[in-house]
Nanobody
Framework: VQLQASGGGLVQAGGSLRLSCAAS????????VAWFRQTPGQEREFVAA????????SYTDAVKGRFTISRQKGANTVYLQMNSLKPEDTGVYYC??????????????WGPGTQVTVSS
């Protein structure tokens, strides 16, 4: 199963983007899903995660209050709404499904990311 992230692009600082994560074949409706980002030469960074039913979400401190991860219970798509974007948010964003219903950091599936570029 491969996950596909989409919705990236070029935006000015202060702008917004909405990323989507969907599974190519099998559903991940019973799994937690997380977003990560990576820039060249840097370690991959956790951004946000959501539980299988959308009821529990967690964020890295750098994006709290600006980003919102969401999904509907039973749906096979997860979203990352990114507002008040900053140049330091630039990177390739990846989504990853977890082996568990609540996020545990145990990846099950992932796929190609989508580039987000924030200009100053």
């Amino acid at each position: 199963v491969q996950l596909q992230a989409s919705g990236g692009g070029l935006v000015q600082a202060g702008g917004s983007l909405r990323l989507s994560c969907a599974a190519s074949r099998r559903t991940f409706s019973n799994n937690a899903v997380a977003w990560f980002r990576q820039t060249p030469g840097q370690e991959r960074e956790f951004v946000a995660a959501v539980s299988w039913d959308g009821g529990t979400a967690s964020y890295t401190d750098a994006v709290k209050g600006r980003f919102t991860i969401s999904r509907q219970k039973g749906a096979n798509t997860v979203y990352l709404q990114m507002n008040s974007l900053k140049p330091e948010d630039t990177g390739v964003y990846y989504c990853e499904s977890d082996r568990r219903a609540m996020y545990s950091g145990s990846p099950q599936s992932w796929g190609p990311g989508t580039q987000v570029t924030v200009s100053s």
